[in-house]
């Protein structure tokens, strides 16, 4: 198993251009989420999946769009980035204990 | 607002000794609670769950669960430089709920 993969690992944007976060797990987990980590700080939720065709916010939505087409995949959409959008993103999935797997996470930087 | 507390340290033990991280959660009704360890620029990764109050222990670690004292302990015995990272505290609400909430993390730095 490869367990949780994204996509790419580093992107540098220019203020106002859009990019896809690709997040792939290989797992069947049904709970899918995307974090932000910003430096020194904890892991603040963008949106979570229960399912396929089923998304729903977190705590820092604003800025981003998510969608579940399959189990396996759940893409993060940054509209018109913003400096503020400047973090490392996380996606991970949630096995039957409740425990989370994450992805290697990608490295955005927005000038 | 459900609130998981952790000093963000830093931690700095010696090597060989026992590392000592704690975690306080707000939610009385908490069910599901663990310990992920991120290495600098890594991700997290899970390095203990417990479910219920007592003792859990796996090799070097041992998670701690007192939910009448709403805290949740790792302790890593025989610490080494490789333990140097930042230790997550994460808890789930009651209900099964499936969102975590997690601490902002404690750094820890084992020094040879």
């Known amino acids: 198993n490869a367990g949780v993969t994204q996509t790419p690992k580093f992107r540098i944007l220019k203020i106002g251009q859009s990019m896809t976060l690709q997040c792939t797990q290989d797992?069947?987990?049904?709970?899918m989420y995307w974090y932000r980590q910003d430096p020194g700080m904890g892991l603040k939720l963008i949106y979570y999946?229960?399912?396929?065709?089923?998304?729903d916010k977190g705590e820092v939505p604003n800025g981003y769009n998510v969608s579940r087409s399959t189990t396996e995949d759940f893409p993060l959409r940054l509209e018109l980035a913003a400096p503020s959008q400047t973090s490392v993103y996380f996606c991970?999935?949630?096995?039957?204990?409740?425990?989370?797997?994450f992805g290697p996470g990608t490295r955005l930087t927005v000038t | 607002q459900k609130e998981v507390e952790q000093n963000s340290g830093p931690l700095s033990v010696p090597e060989g000794a026992i590392a000592s991280l704690n975690c306080t959660y707000s939610?009385?009704?908490?069910?599901?609670f663990f310990w992920y360890r991120q290495y600098s620029g890594k991700s997290p990764e899970l390095i203990m769950s417990?479910?219920?109050?007592g003792d859990k222990e796996d090799g070097r670690f041992t998670a701690q669960l007192n939910k009448a004292s709403q805290y949740v302990s790792l302790l890593i015995r025989d610490s080494q430089p490789s333990d140097s990272a930042t230790y997550l505290c994460?808890?789930?609400?009651?209900?099964?709920?499936?969102?975590?909430?997690f601490g902002r993390g404690t750094s820890l730095i084992v020094h040879p």
């Open positions: 417990i479910y219920s109050n």
């Open positions: 797992m069947n987990h049904n709970y």
């Open positions: 991970a999935s949630v096995g039957g204990g409740y425990e989370q797997y």
């Open positions: 939610d009385r009704g908490s069910q599901s």
């Open positions: 999946s229960v399912g396929a065709g089923i998304t």
């Open positions: 994460a808890v789930n609400l009651s209900g099964g709920s499936y969102i975590p909430t």
